[in-house]
Nanobody, 115 residues
């Protein structure tokens, strides 16, 4: 199995920046892609960004141009750089790893953006 640990959440003012980190351990060789989801109160969980083993990336329309997903192959860590944050970005952010076995999820990290 794969274990994921997120970090980097916090409270920032609108227009500020945060960088989230997700460290993977366990059967990391089985991971095909990793991504970030978020869920705000009263909202459905949505895909924010994802990156495959080959380096291909995808972004939600709401964050494209503001957020950047990247990876460190040696450290088995994926990052989400979040710039120009808006109050509507406030949510719990979850890291996920996609593999041939069951998908893995982190426990989430809270991001709060004040107006």
């Amino acid at each position: 199995q794969v274990q994921l640990v997120e970090s980097g959440g916090g409270l920032v003012q609108a227009g500020g920046s945060l960088r989230l980190s997700c460290a993977a351990s366990g059967s990391v060789s089985s991971i095909y892609a990793m991504g970030w989801y978020r869920q705000a109160p009263g909202k459905q969980r949505e895909l924010v960004a994802r990156i495959t083993v080959s380096g291909s990336t995808n972004y939600a329309d709401s964050v494209r141009g503001r957020f950047t997903i990247s990876r460190d192959k040696i450290k088995n860590t994926v990052y989400l750089q979040m710039n120009s944050l808006k109050p509507e970005d406030t949510a719990v952010y979850y890291c996920t790893a996609v593999r041939m076995g069951p998908d893995s999820w982190g426990q989430g990290t809270q991001v709060t953006v004040s107006s």
